[in-house]
């Protein structure tokens, strides 16, 4: 990223949320953004995969606070007309690079243009990262990758290691990511190896941007390679063993520091976010770390009380005491056989009483239930409802 590139672009409208957006806002633009362009759901679309990488770009800047602070802060100092295009030059007709402000370079002493000195460089070095005045092409940090894994309701509550494979830029295996097929290639006699070039803005002022003739790299290949056609960067695709912690819920994002697309020239490598999905169980459901299950029982059970028998997770039944009167939808704890929690505990079994209702009825039973009804034929289960109603 240039620093004219920094100063101009609105990240903020890549991803498509006002300037005051929160982390939480951010976040869920960057995931359906990077979803609906992702390389892999646009094969063979070019706009899809440059729009990709302009919002992983705006993502990296505005998910972090301190980057985005920094950001703003420079977007207030040059992106409205500050000392972009409107400048003077310093005492005496004094010219120098706007990226000297950014990271001490020649001529970033305390003379230039008023003593800005370095203190500018603190403020954006890391976001450019940039040095002091190197003639080095710079290292470049390897794009993020996200990805989706599906796990069963199981899987998603003891853990799981998944196979996932990923396709992003790296190093070219045919050339050792020197873009010459011979692995010879020559210095870039228009940067002279630095991966930047000047141009004057006017004024006194110039910005540097990537060199066109070597694409940012500094070097240029004598006999371009074939597979990468000189860039040094081809298509790679593997495919890794991650593991996936117990507990994780739908819709969750696990991010893996490190474990993106390779960085170039000595850059770390970006991150890997794993989106995960989990498939439902016919039986079991969950309320953060406590597992949930409906158990059906009789009528003389909830009236009378008794124990029942109560399926676990991948363990075995467990017998649950009901106390007499159990009304339906009542809900009883079994301690421990929940998820894992986040710090090593587990979370519960909520039990939910479900009173069942026998559709035909025959015999004793018939016999039984309308005696029942007779002995209790004073006791009217809606009794004080309607005068509740009128009291409303």
């Known amino acids: 990223m240039s620093t004219k590139d920094f100063v101009e672009k609105d990240y903020y409208k890549v991803l498509g949320v006002p300037k005051d957006a929160t982390e939480a806002e951010i976040k869920k633009a960057y995931r359906k953004l990077a979803r609906e362009n992702h390389p892999d759901a646009n094969k063979g679309d070019a706009r899809a995969e440059e729009r990709f990488k302009e919002i992983s770009e705006a993502n990296d800047v505005l998910s972090d606070p301190k980057r985005r602070k920094e950001y703003d802060e420079a977007r207030t100092l040059f992106g409205n007309g500050g000392l972009r295009g409107g400048a003077t030059a310093g005492p005496g007709g004094f010219s120098f690079d706007l990226g000297d402000l950014f990271g001490n370079g020649a001529g970033g002493g305390q003379g230039a243009a008023g003593g800005f000195g370095g203190g500018l460089g603190d403020v954006f070095g890391g976001l450019f990262n940039r040095g002091g005045g190197s003639t080095r092409a710079q290292p470049r940090r390897g794009a993020d990758i996200e990805s989706e894994v599906t796990l069963s309701f199981v899987e998603a509550v003891e853990g799981a290691t998944v196979p996932l494979r990923m396709s992003s830029k790296a190093p070219c295996k045919a050339c050792a990511g020197t873009g010459d097929k011979n692995g010879t290639p020559r210095v870039c006699p228009t940067c002279l190896g630095t991966g930047q070039v000047s141009r004057s803005q006017g004024g006194g002022f110039a910005l540097s941007d990537p060199c066109r003739d070597c694409r940012g790299r500094g070097l240029i290949a004598q006999d371009p390679c074939e597979v990468c056609r000189g860039s040094g960067r081809a298509t790679s695709a593997r ?16 991010r893996l520091r490190g474990k993106g697309a390779p960085g170039e020239t000595g850059g770390p490598a970006g991150d890997l976010y794993v989106v995960v999905h989990v498939s439902p169980h016919p039986v079991f459901g969950r ?3 406590d597992l949930t299950v409906t158990v059906p029982v009789a009528f003389p059970e909830a009236a009378l009380g008794g124990e029942i028998r109560v399926p676990t997770l991948g363990g075995p039944p467990v017998t649950l005491k009901l106390p007499p009167g159990t009304p339906n939808g009542s809900t009883l704890r079994v301690r421990a056989k929940g998820a894992v929690n986040k710090d090593g505990s587990r979370g519960h079994l909520l039990v939910t009483v479900e009173v069942t209702v026998p559709k035909d009825i025959t015999g004793k039973a018939l016999e039984a239930l309308e005696a029942y009804r007779d002995a209790t034929a004073d006791q009217d289960p809606r009794a004080g409802l309607f005068e509740a109603a009128k009291g409303a």
């Open 239 to 254: 495919t890794m063993q991650v593991r996936i912690p117990a507990g994780v819920s739908d819709g969750q994002r696990i």
């Open 287 to 289: 309320k953060g770390g």
